[in-house]
């Protein structure tokens, strides 16, 4: 078990006690020995003299100690107030007079990220009076988020994109774009614009509360349209952070009733020959018929359609005579009873060259 230093200072100053204690009792005893000793007088004289020895020996007693005493009564003194925890006076000091001892160990245990907690190096100078308090954080309640800013709508929509899938030339397109007013402040549509074959309208309340939702109703007649189409819309408002958003409406358009070839070319054609192709006109999705079909060039003959075996209508294309020197460029128009697709263009083109000569 370890000692602690205290009770190493308390047992130093006893034994020095002790000793001296020892030394000023020897001290006294000489000395009163050496009055006895010393050369007798007058009978006389002789009861005098004892009460002058019995007064100079309790005079010795009473006077200050010599030097050689206070150079051994002295440290013993000094050891006993040094190790008695009791002889120095303890006294309540205020918070900005604490000694440096005290904010090194609030420091350790806080830690240097705490309030008045620091990271500087151990030979730093000690906190200034008041430090500890100027360092604690604040009571006051905190401010809410977003305290002093101006309030503002904000439009958030569910998706901004919809793609429709797959669906048939002559098909209307329709989805609803649902949004809401995610802001403090009221928002107002201000207006809704779309790409040309593509109709919008705000379907709800032009202005909107915070909190509350609307929605763009969207509208694509897909009459014309064939392949892969990307339609825009556009969504204007009050929302500083998004005054303007696009929304895309996407899908493949496939045409219910097709040509095949879609377009016929006709290479190398004399003026005064002829040059014919088969067309076919089919569906693989819907039921028609062939109700009539024009060319748009009186050079451009068409004969009667036919029931193909492999499914729908088969007709002749035929160009010539008469065809003037040059590119050739001509359509026809197939009409079907099908009310969503009344129409098939097949395309002509072809090239006309004067023969060469017999022997040329």
Not at 98 to 120: E, K
Not at 167 to 183: I, K, P, Y
Request: aromatic fraction near 6%.
């Amino acid at each position: 078990m370890k000692t602690r230093p205290e009770s190493t200072f308390v047992y130093i100053a006893i034994v020095l006690a002790a000793l001296a204690v020892g030394y000023v009792a020897g001290l006294s005893r000489g000395s009163a020995v050496r009055a006895g000793r010393a050369s007798p007088r007058a009978d006389s004289a002789a009861q005098p003299r004892r009460r002058d020895v019995s007064a100079s020996h309790h005079s010795a007693r009473a006077a200050p100690a010599t030097a050689p005493q206070r150079l051994v009564v002295l440290p013993c003194v000094f050891f006993i107030r040094l190790a008695s925890p009791s002889a120095q006076p303890v006294t309540s000091l205020p918070v900005n007079e604490r000694p440096a001892q005290d904010s090194l160990l609030a420091q350790q245990q806080l830690g240097p990220g705490a309030p008045g907690g620091s990271s500087a190096s151990a030979g730093a100078p000690a906190p200034a009076a008041g430090a500890e308090s100027a360092n604690l954080p604040s009571r006051e309640p905190a401010q809410p988020v977003g305290a002093g800013e101006q309030a503002a709508p904000g439009i958030r929509f569910a998706g901004t994109e919809h793609d429709f899938g797959i669906v048939l030339e002559g098909d209307t397109v329709q989805h609803d774009f649902q949004f809401e007013n995610r802001g403090s402040a009221k928002l107002a549509i201000a207006r809704v614009t779309t790409s040309c074959g593509c109709t919008a309208a705000l379907a709800s309340a032009q202005e909107i509360e915070p909190g509350s939702a609307g929605r763009i109703a969207v509208s694509f007649n897909t009459q014309g349209y064939e392949g892969l189409t990307n339609r825009t819309i556009y969504v204007e408002s009050n929302d500083p952070k998004s005054p303007r958003v696009e929304l895309a409406l996407t899908g493949l358009v496939k045409r219910a009733i097709r040509a095949n070839p879609p377009s016929v070319y006709f290479a190398d054609v004399a003026p005064d020959a002829t040059s014919s192709q088969t067309v076919r006109v089919a569906s693989d999705e819907v039921q028609f018929r062939i109700v009539k079909m024009t060319a748009t060039s009186p050079q451009v003959s068409v004969s009667e359609a036919r029931q193909s075996e492999k499914g729908g209508y088969d007709f002749d294309v035929t160009i010539g005579p008469g065809l003037p020197l040059g590119a050739v460029s001509a359509s026809i128009a197939v009409e079907t009873d099908y009310p969503k697709q009344r129409h098939v263009i097949v395309r002509l083109f072809g090239n006309v060259i004067q023969p060469r000569a017999a022997g040329g």
